[in-house]
């Protein structure tokens, strides 16, 4: 069988699921991690015979995409931020709009007076809820010169995301910890021999009844703990958080979050409650609500 003909196979089978140039990128994606092929290697070779065993791989991967299993747990892998991570059903896959977010906190510490020119020169930065490590591990390979540390509730997402930390050669530690009911990070943070200069956090925030809403292959695969938050209280991760940053971030300290696009004018009603100043809201590309960046100012 040609390429061409695997790539018509994919379109035409899901159909049902995606529409046809979303079709035509997971064929990419999956022609990329089977052969190393890329987009302008197909269609330079798209007549090109593949062996049986290549056969057999994609048509495993086409079996998974039509029980709604998403491409990157598939293929175990993603990219963010133009950096490689390796995912499973432990970790949130990566999105766009968290890059939007990384892109955002880069501008505004490469650019910030208070934190370029403060006498002390390390940046400390603790990313909350951090999942594959997408946040933390991105920030400390365009700042090496920070420390970084992240934080998780669950075991078995901070493998994944050490295991990140390892791909893409970089130093940032990793904290087990519940930030709603917080026992270690304090003993970390006493050992810094200045405060947090930046907290970022990508908490859960879907609320309950927003689950109709959402595709199937994220409901089925993606780890409830780290999309979902009841009704009565979609902003507890934020308040646990902002008292948090209140009592270690620095004078001057960021503060940044990716938050549901419904609740940012609550957000950040609770930030200005808490004496927040600089607060700004951003959207992301689709226009929506996605991001809020904030200062501690005493």
Known sequence: MQLKQVSQRFIDELNLLYQKDEAQAIFLLTLQHIKQYSRADYILKKEEEISTNELINFENALKDLLAEKPIQYILGETYFYGLPFKVNPSVLIPRPETEELVDWILSVLNSDEQIVNRKSKTVNILDIGTGSGCIAISLKKNLPEAKVYALDIAADTLATAQQNAVLNDVDVNFIQDDILEPRFIQSHISNLTSQISLIVSNPPYVKEDEKPEMNNN?????????????????????????????????????????????????????????????????????????????????
Request: proline share 2%; charged share 25%; glycine share 4%.
């Open 218 to 298: 994220v409901l089925a695969n993606e780890p409830h703990r780290a999309l979902f938050v009841s009704n009565q209280n979609p902003l507890i991760f934020y308040e646990a958080i902002a008292n948090f940053a209140l009592k270690y971030l620095e004078e001057n300290g960021l503060l940044f979050f990716e938050i549901n696009e419904y609740l940012g004018e609550q957000t950040v009603q609770l930030l200005k409650d808490k004496n927040f100043k600089n607060i700004e809201l951003k959207k992301d590309m689709q226009g929506k609500d996605r991001m809020i960046g904030c200062r501690k100012i005493v």
